[in-house]
């Protein structure tokens, strides 16, 4: 497996990090580390959870003589995380995650504080999700070929995918390939608008976009989505706006506006297929072919990542990616 990185490993307590150090030596890829206040550590891959086993200083899957998370290592890598400064963070905080040097994003829960219906503060962290962000460039090849049309043009996309089954990666290498440019298909680089609300895309760290998300990309980051394609059309002159995870009417309502301005559209929705979305009252206008041309299908049948095949609004026909 890949070794995590020297963000991660300094972000977590030492006695946290002897074990993180232990783990890799395992075979596995890990996705995320689950630290939960004196529960066991665990650790995710595939979709599957394996325990840290003190008899063996690895991973198992049985739960066996598990390492308890205690509070201690909660607040001592919580302020590790935050460079024992939370102000700092504070901005962050209140949205439920923080993201470290490297683009590896940390989900945070615990006591909520909430002032004039706006979350305030979360103190008391019972929780922490690290999710392990890497980068697998040319993901997006198999699919470029419905993205990309006349060499120079992009069809308005939406990629369907349950949760943890590689979309955001697909998604940061298609950003990257319409950004620099694709020589293979004589696509010629074009201007990218990322709306990046939860960071995972560009995995930005103090506004330096941690991954390769192409020469011509503009990111605006923790901004609802919404907000932020207005805010791109008034101000970046963009070709493409990419966003992740469309899920409200206000948002699809942004979605028509930007397509009434001349700009491409490529966005992500959760879920298993597209009848799953045609159930969905407040998804279901998304399936509107004057609105996306492409819908891919993801899973992770073959693991995360895993395209399913692609649909053609316009033409009402299936194609596998190739």
Known sequence: MKKLSDEIL?????????????????DINIEEIRLRVQKPLIVNSNSKDYFYNKSIN???????NPYIVTKEDIEQTFQLM????????IDDIKKGFITLK???????????????????NIKHISSLNIRVSRE??????????????????VNNTLIISPPQCGKTT??????????NGNKGRGFEGIKVALIDERNEISGSYLGVPQMDVGIRTDV????????GIMMLLRAMSPNVIVTDEIGSEKEIKALYTALNGGVSLITTVHGDSIEDIKERNELSKLLDKELFKKVIILSARNGPGTVEKVYDLEEKRWYFAN
């Open 220 to 227: 605006i980051e923790t901004c609802p989505k919404d907000i």
């Open 136 to 153: 697998i460039k040319n993901c997006s090849d198999k699919v470029l070929g419905h993205i990309i049309k006349n060499f120079k043009e």
């Open 82 to 89: 935050c460079k024992y400064s939370i102000h700092s963070f």
């Open 170 to 179: 697909l998604l940061r290498d298609i950003v990257r390939n319409l950004s």
């Open 10 to 26: 300094n972000s977590v307590s030492p006695s946290l990090r002897e074990k993180i150090v232990n783990i890799q030596d395992n």
């Open 58 to 64: 690895n991973l198992d899957t049985r739960n066996l």
């Open 102 to 120: 490297g683009g590896h994003r940390v989900g945070i829960v615990g006591k909520v504080i909430i002032e004039d219906g706006n979350v305030k």
